[in-house]
């Protein structure tokens, strides 16, 4: 299976396994990653996921052999079922951290981008090179411009060259640079103290954080304020509070 699943407590790892292409995203691989993130969606008991790749690479892009065969209809075929991929982590109920290995280039800083928490090993490499093999970035690149800003996130699309780890972290994209040795340990970390918060509360706040990315200001904070009251619906909060109290 190209996407392995390993699961501690309430923590899933996906760990995308195709390093052979450098875990580039094919059909059979993006339909597998789909599909892992739907089944995810639908357990309870989940607190958080952390996404990584195997080997040498997070993900190096689509898979350009796949892309050259391609025709105008199945081109938007191939490019929606990658935005299907993206959706279903973004839709995903819980926090997907993205523990950045290796290559992070067009379809694997999408990948990336659609993820909560984005934590990069030092060696990393991001870029949005398609320009440089005939064709716009497209679906998911959309979230680099609120991730760097639009200056920044034209000068990835429009030029196709890399930045190294610091310059991504600079420039906002990643949330933490940390030695390769370390990655995989700080992910998990940062999952654990995820998974150590209030269940409903963390399914809360993603949601809202959603909310804050689409909605204007005034409805964003109304549909805070009853989210903010239904969580009181269950006992977590004064569970919780009196814990904390002590």
């Known amino acids: 299976m190209p996407a392995i699943l390993h699961r501690k407590g ?17 059909p059979d691989l993006i339909a597998d990653l789909t599909q892992t ?12 996921v952390v996404l990584t790749g195997a080997g040498k690479s997070f993900v190096v892009g689509a898979d350009i052999a796949h892309m050259g065969g391609l025709a105008p209809a199945s081109a938007r075929a191939f490019i929606t ?16 951290i993205a523990a950045v290995n290796g290559y992070c280039l067009g379809a694997g800083m999408e990948l990336a981008a659609a ?9 990393a490499i991001y870029g949005m090179p398609e320009v440089k093999v005939g064709v716009p970035s497209v679906v998911e690149a959309a979230l680099l411009p ?3 800003g639009s200056g920044k996130a034209a000068w990835l699309v429009l030029t196709g ?12 994209f990643t949330e933490q640079v940390v030695g390769d040795a370390d990655l995989g340990a700080v992910a998990m970390k940062t999952a654990e103290g995820i998974a150590a918060a209030g269940p409903h509360a963390v399914r809360a706040q993603k949601t809202l954080v959603r909310i ?8 964003a904070v109304q549909r805070s304020v009853d989210i903010f009251g239904a969580a009181f619906e269950t006992d977590e909060p004064a569970r919780m509070m009196a814990s904390f109290a002590k």
Do not use: M
């Open 10 to 26: 309430a923590i899933a790892t996906v760990t995308i396994d195709r390093s052979a292409k450098l875990n580039a995203l094919d």
């Open 37 to 48: 993130f739907v089944d995810l969606a639908k357990d309870d008991d989940l607190r958080v």
């Open 81 to 96: 079922s990658l935005h299907y991929l993206f959706a279903a982590i973004r839709s995903c109920p819980v926090p997907v």
């Open 115 to 123: 993820c909560d928490i984005r934590i990069g090993g030092e060696a």
């Open 146 to 148: 609120r991730l760097v």
């Open 161 to 172: 060259e890399t930045i190294g780890a610091e310059q991504a972290h600079q420039w906002g």
């Open 212 to 219: 804050w990315e689409d909605t204007p200001i005034d409805n």
